[in-house]
Structures are given as structure tokens and as C-alpha cells.
């Protein structure tokens, strides 16, 4: 294929993407995403919320989907949860492909969208999966996942650069938290509206970062120690808090951000800009 046809074929297809991306429906269903994303993080605050004042419960995604699954119309809930989590699943593949340049921002704008992507299309998957009728227990398959790596050849160094890599993750939310860039990602309306919106973005993406940062931590004391039971993602990120001077407190703090940055979603569910 010569340079000039495939540079033509590329443009269609950017064309195709951007196109579906200003679908009508498609949108609908991306907002919808970000909304059930709100609730999500609503719900595992909650359950976090519970843990810092002694009781049980698996705070994070696979705990809130359980929730919904045990509630009235559950499964109906679940789909609703797991459409739109892939519609903007795929939002995200189509930011990434419509990225332009080949510099080193654009690989990074690139690989921003992609990991987006596949965290939305990874908490969708777990939805259809409860709604299905199977379990979703997230720690247990963290720490599959973790045993499988720290087993197979340089296995430590691999769980060192995920958990370095969730890390990143953790600070870049502080960041964009702290320095108020989630505001790029939404067309807020002015006034006490806008300033309440802004003030939830910020303590939601920080709250969100910490507990993110938490889980990276416990990857590397998992390849530090090679106990794959270390690695207990979100839900034992957010119970080791607990185990810090004054932890119900801290861990009350964070669960009070996630609940934060619930609220934000739906507020991004309505002025996103996409």
C-alpha cells in the first residue's frame, strides 16, 4: 500500500470515529457511563464509609456491584451499569485513536485515553459478569493476578513496575485534583453551581488518588515480601487505612472523597464535554 492511500484510508477512519463520537445516542450512552461511574464511587464510599466505623464489606467495585446486584431490579441496574460503562469504554479507545502527532505528548496523550479506556471496559465487563450470575470478588482476582506474575520468570520486577504504575496513576488524580485540570474535561456552568462542581472534582479526584496510590504501595510490599495476599487492590487499599494512627479517621476522609468524586460524575454525566 503506498504512503498516500494509507494516510487516505487513516483519515476515513479518523473521519468514522470522530463521526460516532458526535452520535447522538452514542453520547447518551457515554454520559450515562460517567453517571453509573457516579454511583459506583457513591457506593464504595459508602462501604468505606461503613469500614471506618467497624463494619464489613468490600469496598470497591466489586463490592458496590454486588450491592446493586442484591438490590430491587438489580440486574436491570447492572446492564444499565455495564452499557454504559462500555459505551464509554469505547468513547475512550475513539479520544485515543483520534489523538493527532506522533511526538512524545501525543504517545502519552494516546496512552492516557487507552488506560481509561480499559478501566472502564474492565469495571463494565464485572457488571455483565453480576449480572450474568457469577461473582466479582476484585481483591481475589488482584491477587490471582499478582501470585500468577510473581511465579513466572523476573516476576518481582513485574509486580514492582505495576505497582509503580498504579502509583503514577494515584498522583496523577492528586494532580489533576490539586490543580483543578478535571475543569478541561467539562463545561461548567458559572456561578455557585460551577464553584460547588469544582470544589467536588477537586476533593473526589484527590480522595480518589489516595486511595489509588494506597493500592500501587501495596503492590510493591507484595513484590518486596513475594506474598501475592499483599495485593489487595481498592478494597484492601482503603481497610489498610484503617490500620494508620487515627485510620477510621483518615479512612472516613477518603471514603467521604469518593463519595465526592460520585457526585462530580454525575455533574460530569450532564457538562462533559465530548
Known amino acids: 500500500m503506498s504512503h498516500s492511500s494509507s494516510s487516505s484510508s487513516t483519515a476515513s477512519a479518523r473521519s468514522a470515529a470522530s463521526r460516532l463520537q458526535d452520535n447522538r445516542a452514542f453520547q447518551l450512552a457515554a454520559r450515562t457511563g460517567f453517571a453509573v461511574n457516579g454511583l459506583l464511587h457513591l457506593l464504595i464510599g459508602g462501604i468505606a464509609l461503613g469500614v471506618a466505623f467497624g ?11 454486588s450491592g446493586l446486584a442484591s438490590s430491587p431490579g438489580g440486574v436491570f441496574l447492572l446492564w444499565v451499569v455495564a452499557i454504559g460503562l462500555f459505551a464509554l469504554g469505547l468513547f475512550q479507545v475513539l479520544e485515543a485513536f483520534l489523538v493527532q502527532g506522533t511526538d512524545k505528548d501525543a504517545w502519552a496523550d494516546r496512552a492516557k485515553e487507552g488506560g481509561k479506556a480499559v478501566a472502564y471496559l474492565a469495571i463494565g465487563f464485572s457488571a455483565a459478569s453480576v449480572a450474568m450470575g457469577s461473582g466479582s470478588d476484585s481483591s481475589g482476582q488482584t491477587q490471582g493476578i499478582t501470585a500468577t506474575l510473581l511465579s513466572s520468570p523476573g516476576g518481582v520486577f513485574l509486580v514492582v513496575i505495576l505497582g509503580l504504575g498504579v502509583l503514577a496513576v494515584g498522583v496523577y488524580f492528586i494532580v489533576k485534583g490539586a490543580k483543578k ?37 501495596l503492590f510493591g510490599v507484595a513484590a518486596l515480601t513475594s506474598d501475592p495476599s499483599e495485593a489487595t487492590g481498592l478494597d484492601g487499599a482503603l481497610k489498610s487505612l484503617v490500620e494508620l494512627p487515627l485510620g477510621p479517621v483518615i479512612l472516613t476522609v477518603v471514603a467521604l472523597g469518593l463519595m465526592a468524586y460520585g457526585v462530580y460524575c454525575f455533574a460530569r454525566a450532564k457538562y462533559a464535554r465530548l
Open 55 to 65: 463494619s464489613g464489606g468490600e469496598a470497591d467495585q466489586g463490592g458496590a456491584l
Open 181 to 217: 485540570k478535571f475543569l478541561q474535561d467539562i463545561s461548567a456552568p458559572d456561578g455557585k453551581t460551577g464553584r460547588t462542581i469544582a470544589t467536588l472534582g477537586r476533593v473526589g479526584y484527590i480522595a480518589k488518588g489516595i486511595a489509588i496510590s494506597v493500592v500501587g504501595i
